[in-house]
């Protein structure tokens, strides 16, 4: 789900840098707000690294395989760090593999980082929201919405960018039909990537809970 | 990984290894957004021309490029075999349903050229630049401390944390896992069970260690000496090369934009 370079024109990849600026600019700020900040960094960058090598697990969702994007899981564990942790996570993978691009680094931390960002604030919300819920099942009803919405959201932001930017030759019908097949088609990646977030957080509150205090 | 074996080419010898890391960043990255704006395919020959004439050089052998677009040149191929057949109502040729379209074809040319382009100049970038260099002018341009921390640490651990996690994968292969029968159109709830405990051990060895590496760092003192003044360091003119180069960068990517303008 990650853009590459070539495929969008120079002012979003712009447009993407600024967004990506004030939102890395506004982790940092909550982050430095902190009682010690530099405490928490080999944390977040050793759980970075954790999540970049993560990705590359592969689920068997019959017929296929998918790798999961794990934003929402890392929005939930990491709190604020989330976005300069999908931010570092981008920019190994543009630079190491190709994965995504430089000039588009900017536009895909936007799409990913920012439903993370989401993500924390729905799981924080358990204990105000679902104070109904008797535990484990709250903690698995918000990891299963932070996980899935992460995803979600950002599929929907990619579909966005896709719609606007794509060819003005192609016809509408066609373009309707692609988007639909691909919106349709993330529905049930976004249910798995919720099932699977919802299943690791209840494993991580088992063995080690103190990870899910962001 | 990828990062280890562009670091074989980063001992050579070539215009582009000794320019200064800020500058190239600088110039290389301006040049990569000027390819960005063409939106005319008179100018891709043009802008591939320019890619190629720095991938040359820089040095580099062919086989690093070609090694390192096995990845990306999935997309590549999706683009070629989709575009032309969908994009368009000029048919240059038929054959039964399938339509090879003018529009489509001229699309697959502008985002085919432009995405090679600018990932030939990332590869330059990374094959000729010690990423530990390269981090370092990305902090000397204004990185924030925090970002820069987390990249340098982030880096530092990525190799042992993916040879944590191929250890376990072939601990759990030898356990059995993988080898029950697999249900068409069917998720197996114990084996996505199984994966997420995996994620999870990963993550909880990852914080572990990180507990240890910040009581390793505590007493080397990180976390303690924000307020002190960097002590400055004495840095050598650059050379005329190093100037030339990045003069020369930057009027190509001017003379890309202006050229763009001109012919939209």
New interface residues.
């Given amino acids: 789900m990650h853009i ?7 002012q979003v ?2 447009a993407g840098y600024a967004v990506t600026g004030v939102a ?1 600019w506004y982790s ?1 700020r909550q ?2 707000r902190r009682p ?4 928490e ?14 990705s ?2 592969y ?5 296929a395989s998918v790798h999961l994007i794990l934003n929402g899981l890392l929005g939930v ?1 990491l709190g604020y ?1 989330a976005f ?2 999908i ?3 981008l ?2 993978q ?6 995504g ?3 588009t680094l900017g536009v895909n931390a936007t799409m990913m980082g920012v439903p993370a960002l989401l993500a924390y604030h729905i799981f924080q919300t358990r204990n105000i929201l679902g104070k109904m819920l008797p535990e484990p099942t709250r903690t698995g009803v918000f990891a299963f919405l932070g996980g899935s919405l992460g995803l979600g959201i950002a599929a929907l932001i990619f579909l966005a960018l896709i719609v606007f930017n794509i ?1 003005a ?3 509408a019908g ?1 373009e309707q039909a692609a988007v639909l097949t691909l919106s349709v088609g993330h529905i049930p990646l976004a249910i ?1 990537e919720g ?2 977030t919802a ?2 957080v209840l ?2 509150r088992r ?2 809970p103190e ?1 899910l205090e962001g | ?3 280890a074996s ?1 670091n074989t080419y980063i001992h050579r010898e070539s215009v582009i290894h000794d320019w200064s890391p800020r500058l190239k960043l600088i110039s290389l ?1 301006l040049l ?6 063409v ?1 005319q395919l008179a100018l891709v020959p043009w802008m591939l021309g320019l890619a190629a004439l720095l991938y040359g050089l820089s040095r580099l052998p062919v086989s690093f490029l070609r090694q ?2 096995s ?2 040149g999935l ?1 590549i191929l999706a683009v070629v075999l989709l ?1 032309p057949l ?4 000029t048919v240059v040729a038929q054959w039964g349903w399938l339509a090879l379209r003018e ?2 074809l001229r ?1 697959t040319g502008l ?9 030939t ?3 330059i ?2 094959g000729t630049t010690p ?1 530990l260099t390269l981090l370092g002018a990305m902090r000397s341009l204004g990185l ?1 401390t ?2 820069a ?7 530092r ?2 190799f042992e ?2 040879a944590m ?1 191929a250890t376990m994968q072939q601990a759990m292969r030898l356990r059995g896992f993988g080898h029950s029968h ?7 709830r114990h ?3 199984q ?6 051990n ?6 572990e ?3 240890r ?2 009581k390793a ?1 505590r007493l080397r003192g ?2 303690q000496s ?1 307020q002190v003044a960097p002590t400055p360091t004495i840095t050598s003119p650059l050379s005329l090369h190093n100037w030339a180069l990045t003069g020369a960068v930057l009027v190509a990517a001017a003379g890309l934009v202006l050229a763009e303008m001109r012919l939209a």
């Fill in positions: 590459p370079d070539g495929i969008l024109p120079a990849c712009a890395t940092l982050i430095n010690d900040p530099a405490a960094v080999p944390k977040a960058s050793l759980l970075t690294a954790a999540f970049f090598v993560a590359s697990i689920i068997p969702v019959p017929p564990v760090f300069p942790a931010l570092i996570g920019f190994f543009a630079l190491v593999i190709g994965h691009g430089l000039t060819p030759e192609l016809n066609a798995v099932v699977f299943m690791l494993f991580l063995v080690k990870l | 990984m990828g990062v562009a990255g990569m957004f000027a390819f960005a704006t939106q390192r677009l990845y990306p997309f575009l969908t994009v368009g109502e529009e489509g699309a985002i085919v050229g432009r995405f090679l382009s600018i990932l100049l990332g590869f970038l990374l990423f924030p925090l970002l921390d987390m990249t340098l640490l982030s880096y651990y990525l944390i993916a996690l697999q249900r068409w159109l069917r998720v197996n084996t996505m069970q994966l997420a405990m995996l994620t999870g990963l993550l909880i060895r990852s914080y260690q990180s507990e590496v910040y760092m990180y976390g924000r």
